[in-house]
T-cell receptor, first 114, second 115 residues
Framework: KNQVEQSPQSLIILEGKNCTLQCNYTVSPFSNLRWYKQDTGRGPVSLTIMTFSENTKSNGRYTATLDADTKQSSLHITASQLSDSASYICVVTPRPTNAGKSTFGDGTTLTVKP | NAGVTQTPKFRVLKTGQSMTLLCAQDMNHEYMYWYRQDPGMGLRLIHYSVGEGTTAKGEVPDGYNVSRLKKQNFLLGLESAAPSQTSVYFC??????????????FGQGTRLTVV
């Protein structure tokens, strides 16, 4: 069964600090990996997407990296802000693509404190 | 743009009651999805649709039915609610299947409690 495992489960950091969230997956063959941000009480919003041929993608202070050989991805947040407090979800889609085959990780809950 | 709108936002049901959750999108997306999200667990796909008049089962379809009579609407029905269906339900839509790189846009969620 395809799996997506995220770590840590939760993380607390001080405002202004950097942090890195991890996503390991067993999905193979692999099509793409997407990171979503989910604020409390809201639906997820896409941050980045990477295909198997890409190894880094940035969106402002968010930088995602991908190592397709080791099946690992990370999301690095630079100079954290209070508004970064949210759940971050890794989603992996296999090849051939299928609307119903993406696998969601359980998410990492990030809390940024002043 | 409204994007993806879910109705209602909150609901409390008694065991055995039925209800319908409505999802509406104004982005002309072909693909629509219903997920449930439980504490400590990832989003799980209930049912999805690849176009008007079509539906397909996802990972956890039991106890739910769906209909896509109009392209912009995707309805999720609970035939006989059970406490195990207490969850937050999210609807999403996308222009292409997620596997082709298209972003899925999510609604704000419906918090359902079955007592």
């Amino acid at each position: 069964k395809n799996q997506v495992e995220q770590s840590p489960q939760s993380l607390i950091i001080l405002e202004g600090k950097n942090c890195t969230l991890q996503c390991n997956y067993t999905v193979s063959p692999f099509s793409n990996l997407r990171w979503y941000k989910q604020d409390t009480g809201r639906g997820p919003v896409s941050l980045t997407i990477m295909t198997f041929s890409e190894n880094t993608k940035s969106n402002g202070r968010y930088t995602a990296t991908l190592d397709a050989d080791t099946k690992q991805s990370s999301l690095h947040i630079t100079a954290s802000q209070l508004s970064d407090s949210a759940s971050y979800i890794c989603v992996v889609t296999p090849r051939p693509t299928n609307a119903g085959k993406s696998t969601f990780g359980d998410g990492t809950t990030l809390t940024v404190k002043p | 743009n409204a994007g993806v709108t879910q109705t209602p936002k909150f609901r409390v049901l008694k065991t055995g009651q039925s209800m319908t959750l409505l999802c509406a999108q104004d982005m002309n997306h072909e693909y629509m999805y219903w997920y449930r999200q439980d504490p400590g667990m990832g989003l799980r796909l209930i049912h999805y649709s690849v176009g008007e008049g079509t539906t397909a089962k996802g990972e956890v379809p039991d106890g739910y039915n769906v209909s896509r009579l109009k392209k912009q609407n995707f309805l999720l029905g609970l035939e006989s609610a059970a406490p195990s269906q207490t969850s937050v339900y999210f609807c999403a839509s996308s222009y292409y299947p997620r596997g082709e790189g298209s972003e899925a846009f999510f609604g704000q969620g419906t918090r359902l409690t079955v007592v």
